[in-house]
């Protein structure tokens, strides 16, 4: 059973508005969660992390936010950009060494 | 500063075929891993090591073999290909120790057992 849910295979967002992209996980244990942005023929590239003692990190136009009574992160992209358009990748590591993703979500950035 | 190389980056093997998917970085990161990606599965870690000489398994460790012997590369070995091992490949790299958490990501291995 995955260990990090990401229910909505794909979103789309008109250009300048908020992109919200959603993950679950199971496990209590994961000490550090991340963000990777994929484009097509190409490896995932690190967005944006954040550590399980925080509840928000901020990095330009992205915003993770953590609940850890949830078990529940978010990323926002404010202001969405079509460049912005790629899958993006949810991630969380438990005992530093394994990393475990989610499925992915399509975002659509539409000019 | 190339990064984290992946050769090849297709292959179309038989069922039975035995291949090795090579990775290689030059950022002298001691830990390196495998990943395979599907079609509403995400990235699943297959194998990873610390260093080199040590090796463990991930999430989807079966049919799939690793050796570190230099702590620039990585390979991966499939003894006896198997049409459920159709998936993309990536390698990733980080630096060791707890602090370093990101990882960096080769750009796959697209393979095909028929």
């Known amino acids: 059973d995955q260990q990090v849910k990401q229910n909505s295979p794909s979103l789309s967002v008109q250009e300048g508005r908020i992109s919200i992209l959603n993950c679950d996980y199971t496990n209590s244990m994961f000490d550090y969660f991340l963000w990777y942005k994929k484009y097509p023929a190409e490896g995932p590239t690190f967005l944006i992390s954040?550590?399980?003692?925080?509840d928000k990190n901020e990095d330009g136009r992205f915003t993770v936010f953590l609940n850890k009574s949830a078990k529940h992160l978010s990323l926002h992209i404010v202001p969405s950009q079509p460049g912005d358009s790629a899958v993006y990748f949810c991630a969380a590591i438990y005992n530093f060494n394994k990393f475990y993703f989610g499925s992915g979500t399509k975002l659509n950035v539409k000019p | 500063n190339a990064g984290v190389t992946q050769t090849p980056k297709f292959q179309v093997l038989k069922t039975g075929q035995s291949m090795t998917l090579q990775c290689a970085q030059d950022?002298?990161?001691?830990?390196m891993s495998w990943y395979r990606q599907d079609p509403g599965m995400g990235l699943r870690l297959i194998h990873y090591?610390?260093?080199?000489?040590?090796?463990d398994q991930g999430e989807v460790p079966n049919g799939y073999n690793v050796s570190r012997s230099t702590t620039e590369d990585f390979p991966l070995r499939l003894l006896s290909a198997a049409p459920s091992q159709t998936s993309v490949y990536f390698c990733?790299?980080?630096?060791?120790?707890?602090?370093?958490?990101?990882?960096?990501f080769g750009a796959g291995s697209r393979l095909t057992v028929l």
């Open positions: 950022m002298n990161h001691e830990y």
């Open positions: 090591s610390v260093g080199a000489g040590i090796t």
């Open positions: 990733a790299s980080k630096l060791g120790g707890t602090g370093a958490n990101v990882l960096t």
């Open positions: 954040i550590s399980s003692i925080k």
